[in-house]
């Protein structure tokens, strides 16, 4: 059975904001709808069930202060508030109306996905796992994987299948990224067994894996060659679910 992708919720009244923010937030897994201000978020919860929303403060008609009052009194969804205010009133004021975080205007997308991250880690305890050898989705350089499906997921959201001993190379790069690996090590690792003399097979597949992420041993970013050591994934590793 699929598990459904994390519902969020991005709710500001800067077009240009809510878009490049579910724009990032989709390309990192989730399933990122907007909404432009209070009443458009009411139309859009009448059919969805958010698992996190993320409010701005600052709206049109009712506020972010007021859609969290509201949002408490009949539901426990969890809400990251935005502001552009520097006044500390406004951050204590949104958490005791029931604000799970807060985070100030310009922001980092990084910052506000860590925090999304936490929010749910929190209230949706067993549901996320922190480790990377764990966790179905997880995420390096512009590319996702997907353990259950087994397919890499770039960052238009087209899938590419991997065969069987792509998929348990680039699991052993993803378990230990920024490390060096050398051939024996990738061999032991892959197989359960030390290579045979002068075999040269983790080379083939390292050659194979880099092809389905769009790279060639001349210009690969990702997984680079350490001359006289063997290959290392430069990319940090990033759990999604």
């Avoid at 991005?10 to 077009?15: A, H, I, Q």
């Avoid at 997308?109 to 067993?126: M, S, Y």
Wanted: proline share 6%; with cysteine; glycine share 6%.
């Amino acid at each position: 059975m699929t598990t459904p992708p994390v519902t969020l919720i991005v709710v500001d009244d800067d077009p240009e904001i809510r878009e490049l923010l579910a724009d990032y937030l989709s390309r990192h897994g989730y399933r990122a709808l907007t909404a432009e201000d209070a009443q458009a978020l009411g139309e859009l919860l009448v059919e969805e069930t958010p698992d996190l929303l993320v409010v701005d403060l600052m709206l049109p008609g009712d506020d972010g202060f007021t859609i969290c009052r509201d949002l408490r009194r009949k539901s426990d969804v969890p809400i990251i508030m935005l502001t552009a205010s520097a006044d500390e009133t406004d951050r204590i004021l949104g958490l005791e109306l029931g604000a799970d975080d807060y985070l100030g205007k310009p922001f980092n997308p990084r910052e506000l996905l860590a925090r999304i991250k936490a929010v749910l880690r929190r209230t949706r305890p067993g549901q996320v796992s922190l480790d990377p050898a764990e966790a179905r989705l997880v995420a390096f350089g512009d590319w996702r994987l997907d353990r259950l499906t087994r397919a890499l997921i770039d960052s238009a959201g087209e899938q590419i299948p991997l065969s069987g001993a792509d998929f348990q190379l680039l699991q052993v790069f993803l378990a230990r990224p920024e490390q060096v690996l050398s051939r024996d090590d990738l061999y032991v690792l892959t197989r359960g067994r030390p290579s045979p003399p002068l075999d040269r097979s983790i080379d083939v597949h390292v050659c194979r894996l880099r092809q389905r992420l769009g790279e060639d041993a001349q210009h690969s970013q990702l997984i680079r060659t350490v001359r006289g050591a063997g290959y290392v994934l430069t990319a940090r590793v990033e759990v999604l679910s």
